[in-house]
């Protein structure tokens, strides 16, 4: 029961703070301020969940591990993995700051245990080619317990009907010449609302490589052949309703897949995969001023495999995988003065996995679930001069229910919660912050993490 109680206190901290946000007396909003915006966004939700698919090859396991598309789970994570990423990453202003500027580059790095850092960066570039025409690139490092990614984008695009539509194609660049994926699609943006549909194909030089190019087996043992090519469909949607209201919609389906993964070197080696992937976020947010916004979220991921092994493929390769995450959230931001604000956000996460094998004899089957309350809580003190000072509360409480779809260091069902002290500058368009932890818990030192941000 006390850790019942310990987690109703801590929603209950996060609402508070958020009530009495909005209840305060206006003021004005800081000048020159790019590292506090009154709004929130999906748009890095929305970006993860797609290179989880664009960039199987980016997975920490890899592309045809048996682990699945999500890899949400990892042997060497511990019981306050996710709290450690939640500590590090940017804030709600500083990500929606993100997503308003064409050139920039951006870090955060934090410690997961004495030995390792889970780490973020993302530079992007746009540039103006004349005659309605421009280029742009983006580089994501992503080094997490999910993800080993170094992507690049490279795209282009043209500006159609007196800049209200823009016409794009873009495609990454990889080491992995078969893992290259190609996206055509047209952004609609008639005042403040910008509607984007696009259609990729992925892996599209996969069949050109591996069946008709093929691959000398001492550069790689393994091929893919596509008997049902991936291809996908996105939608993105921020509009604001109204004066006051804002909303933003996301999702993406990804086509049936089929494909036959085999050893180059032994035939029948191997095993036939049938995929899919599919997502699905939406924000609802209000800003009763220009100094606070509240806001609710809601997201829905799901990744399926059906794998069968080939005439020699081994037992273990026969089983459907179905992973699922789910997630519903409010937010709250607001500047009590020009010097001081408040930002925070709780929500509830459900994440579960299915693996069914149709012979039990060779391992169990798994129906884990876990549920868990995150949140992330800021104060945050900044002087005309750019210093800034951050207190914050920082928790998880989670429970799961099943085998683990992984051992990992320790369970995962664990209470977290940590205080977070951050200090930093910001120089007209650079912010860099540096913090430490202090694990309310046990009341000891938690790891610390650093931050920076560059728009130009």
């Given at each position: 029961m006390l850790h019942l109680a310990i987690s109703f206190a801590r929603r209950r901290f996060a609402l508070g703070v958020a009530l009495a946000a909005l209840a305060a007396p206006p003021t004005s909003l800081a000048q020159d301020d790019t590292t506090f915006s009154a709004h929130a966004t999906l748009r890095g939700w929305e970006e993860q969940v797609r290179l989880a698919v664009f960039d199987r090859g980016g997975s920490f396991h890899g592309r045809t591990s048996d682990l699945g598309i999500l890899q949400r789970f990892n042997e060497q994570m511990d019981g306050e993995y996710s709290l450690d990423v939640i500590s590090s990453m940017f804030s709600l202003s500083e990500i929606y700051s993100w997503y308003q500027q064409n050139d920039g580059v951006r870090f955060w790095a934090g410690s997961i245990d004495h030995l390792q850092l889970v780490r973020y960066g993302d530079f992007k570039a746009d540039v103006a080619l004349g005659a309605n025409w421009s280029a742009n690139t983006q580089f994501i490092h992503d080094q997490s317990l999910t993800t080993k990614r170094n992507l690049v984008w490279l795209g282009f695009a043209k500006t159609l009907g007196d800049g209200v539509y823009r016409a794009f194609l873009q495609a990454t660049l990889n080491a992995e010449k078969p893992e290259t994926d190609i996206e055509a699609g047209l952004?609609?943006?008639?005042?403040?609302?910008?509607?984007?549909?696009?259609?990729?194909?992925?892996?599209?030089?996969?069949?050109?490589?591996?069946?008709?190019?093929?691959?000398?087996?001492?550069?790689?043992?393994?091929?893919?052949?596509?008997?049902?090519?991936?291809?996908?469909?996105?939608?993105?949607?921020?509009?604001?309703l109204g004066r006051r209201f804002r909303a933003e919609a996301y999702g993406l389906l990804m086509t049936p897949t089929t494909v036959v993964v085999e050893s180059q070197t032994q035939t029948g080696d191997g095993f036939q995969q049938d995929e899919r992937y599919g997502y699905a976020g939406g924000l609802l947010e209000w800003g009763p001023s220009r100094r606070s916004a509240v806001g609710s979220f809601a997201t829905w991921v799901s990744a399926s495999l059906d794998r069968r092994p080939l005439t020699n493929g081994r037992p273990e390769d026969a089983f459907d995988l179905t992973e699922a995450t789910w997630s519903v959230g409010l937010f709250a931001i607001h500047q009590f003065d020009p010097h001081l604000s408040f930002e925070g956000w709780l929500a509830r996460v459900w994440r579960s996995e299915d693996r069914i094998r149709p012979d039990t004899t060779v391992a169990a089957n798994v129906d884990y679930e876990d549920r868990t309350w995150a949140g992330r809580n800021s104060l945050i003190y900044r002087t005309t001069r750019g210093f800034q000072a951050v207190l914050g509360l920082d928790f998880t409480s989670r429970w799961t229910s099943g085998p683990a779809p992984v051992p990992t260091l320790e369970p995962l069902n664990q209470d977290n919660a940590r205080l977070r002290a951050d200090i930093g500058w910001s120089f007209g368009h650079a912010l860099f912050v540096a913090g430490a932890n202090l694990d309310v818990d046990h009341f000891r030192f938690d790891g610390a993490h650093g931050r920076f941000a560059l728009y130009w």
């Open positions: 952004m609609w943006k008639p005042g403040h609302t910008t509607l984007t549909m696009a259609f990729a194909a992925l892996d599209v030089f996969s069949d050109v490589v591996y069946q008709s190019l093929k691959v000398d087996p001492a550069i790689a043992d393994t091929a893919l052949d596509y008997l049902a090519h991936p291809f996908s469909g996105r939608i993105a949607l921020s509009t604001p």
